[in-house]
């Protein structure tokens, strides 16, 4: 079982349609989780970190499960500018953020039409 | 605030030759990281370095890839020989020291092709 996978992809929606990612880890061990952004040809971002009770920021709302070792970014009203491939990310180190390595997804592509 | 600063953007080199990319963090970060990203993958984690010293080099492919953080600052990530296998982008990060959810700020990258 690989690290870190996520949903194949890629997603292609329409404006203002909602669609959710999925990722699983493998290591129950793991400390910390992230959704980085990437957009072509460019380096990854940032989007969210999740926590434990889920967070919401925006349009985007990201959830863990830790019992099922899961974790789902949902994005509502698509945009244009969100088209981009968006890429799960684990901590799996028990000293978390001390460490700080982190272990990518392949990445799911999204792409919104108009 | 400035970026991670990498340097250069893009080489083109044939296999067998060597290859060095430079990079300097965002001021204060102690964590340096290089990663390597082949086309359709996630970036996978080549070295991280906590100030001058190395902390994870266990996917390093030590026989031919060495990278250096003399002065705790810059890093240069060197490939000798370079095979066709290496083309990819090469990302260098930084974070700061402390910090469960401190979000590592990626470089540019230095997109290479090795012919």
């Known amino acids: 079982r690989k690290e870190v996978e996520q949903d194949p992809g890629p997603f292609n929606v329409p404006e203002g349609a909602t669609v959710a990612f999925n990722c699983t880890y493998s290591n129950s061990a793991s400390q910390s989780f992230f959704w980085y952004r990437q957009d072509c040809r460019k380096e990854p971002k940032l989007l969210m970190s999740?926590?434990?009770s889920g967070n919401e920021d925006g349009r985007f709302t990201a959830q863990l499960n830790r019992a099922s070792q899961y974790i789902s970014l949902l994005i509502r009203d698509s945009k244009l500018s969100d088209s981009a491939t968006y890429l799960c990310?684990?901590?799996?180190?028990?000293?978390?953020?001390?460490?700080?390595?982190?272990?990518f997804g392949k990445g799911t592509k999204l792409s919104v039409k108009p | 605030e400035a970026g991670v600063a990498q340097s250069p953007r893009y080489k083109i080199i044939e296999k067998r030759q060597s290859v060095a990319f430079w990079c300097n963090p965002i001021?204060?970060?102690?964590?340096l990281y290089w990663y390597q990203q082949i086309l359709g993958q996630g970036p996978k984690l080549l070295i991280q370095?906590?100030?001058?010293?190395?902390?994870?080099d266990s996917q390093l492919p030590k026989d031919r890839f060495s990278a250096e953080r003399l002065k705790g600052v810059d890093s240069t990530l060197k490939i000798q020989p370079a095979k066709l296998e290496d083309s990819a982008v090469y990302l260098c990060?930084?974070?700061?020291?402390?910090?469960?959810?401190?979000?590592?700020?990626f470089g540019p990258g230095t997109r290479l092709t090795v012919l």
């Open positions: 990310v684990v901590n799996p180190s028990i000293y978390g953020g001390s460490q700080g390595n982190l272990i």
């Open positions: 001021s204060g970060h102690a964590t």
């Open positions: 370095f906590q100030n001058n010293g190395v902390v994870d």
């Open positions: 990060a930084s974070r700061p020291l402390a910090g469960l959810y401190n979000e590592q700020f």
């Open positions: 999740v926590y434990s």
